[in-house]
């Protein structure tokens, strides 16, 4: 494959290598977590998708170059291409999300089995079915990405997936599909083992009142608990806290480091 040479004709090639290549990182930008939190600034994340964007286009300028004279040629073909960009920097943005959503759907685990999610304690401004607890893991879960470097991770990916994506052909929407699918397993699968001292916690609560409404009837046993059950999962969470932000961190860097771009990197080093 020849190397590309720069030269005042070789503009239009070089400004249609940087939009293809630009269209799968910001596509990536806009959805992994850390970068594309609704609360990060337009400017930002525009500025760090147009970094990006240079900083990667010298690098998979082979795998770009040989479709840049088609799309010049033919619009229509330059917006299949461009599709097929955000299409494959969505999935590997969404593939870091699914990862990140395991903290949020752990901390809704606990709310409900330490009756912080109960109807009886509406919140106006989180709706019915939030919780304070996932309110605060979605903002926690920027902090960590961005503290511990986690961040880098996706973008990693983006050079990688070159390969296994090439830029101007259709992806195996069946293994993309497989792997969403695994993925949202394996998230579900650590999210319920975060969760796990307070499942089992609440879950053997409520047979020893169940039990103890049988011995006194005559007692409002869940006036009496509630509160009790309330005040030790927060105490609970309190406690466990460091750890299960520890774990979580492990485990998404172990999952991340399993995308595939970053596997096939790992496979070509």
Known sequence: MNDFTFSITSL??????????????????MV?????????????????????SVTILPV?????????????????????????ELLCGIFLGWLARLVALSFAIAMQ??????????????????GASSTALSHMA?????VIFLSTGLYILPLTAVTGSYNLF???????????????????SHVFMLALQLSA???????????????????????QVYSIAMPAQILGGVLLL??????????WQERSQDMLLNMPGINRLHAHS
Request: glycine fraction near 8%; proline fraction near 9%.
């Open 12 to 29: 239009p090639t070089l400004a249609a290598m940087f939009l293809i290549v630009m269209c799968r990182v910001s596509a990536v930008v």
């Open 32 to 52: 992994s977590p850390g970068l594309g939190e609704t609360t990060s600034l337009m400017m930002i994340r525009a500025g760090i998708a147009l970094c990006m």
């Open 60 to 84: 998979v300028q082979p795998y770009v170059l040989p479709i840049t004279k088609a799309a010049l040629n033919s619009p229509a073909q330059t917006l299949g291409i461009i599709a097929i």
């Open 109 to 126: 685990m606990i709310a409900v089995f330490t009756g912080l999610a109960s109807v009886l304690q509406p919140d106006t401004e989180l």
């Open 138 to 142: 979605t903002m926690l879960i920027p």
């Open 166 to 184: 090439p830029p101007g052909h259709m992806p195996m929407i069946g293994d993309m599909a497989k792997s969403i699918t695994q993925t949202s």
């Open 197 to 219: 001292p307070f499942v089992l916690i609440g879950t053997l609560w409520p047979a020893m009142l169940g039990v103890l409404n049988r011995l006194l009837p005559s007692i």
């Open 238 to 247: 309190a406690i466990l806290i460091q750890v299960l932000t520890g774990v």
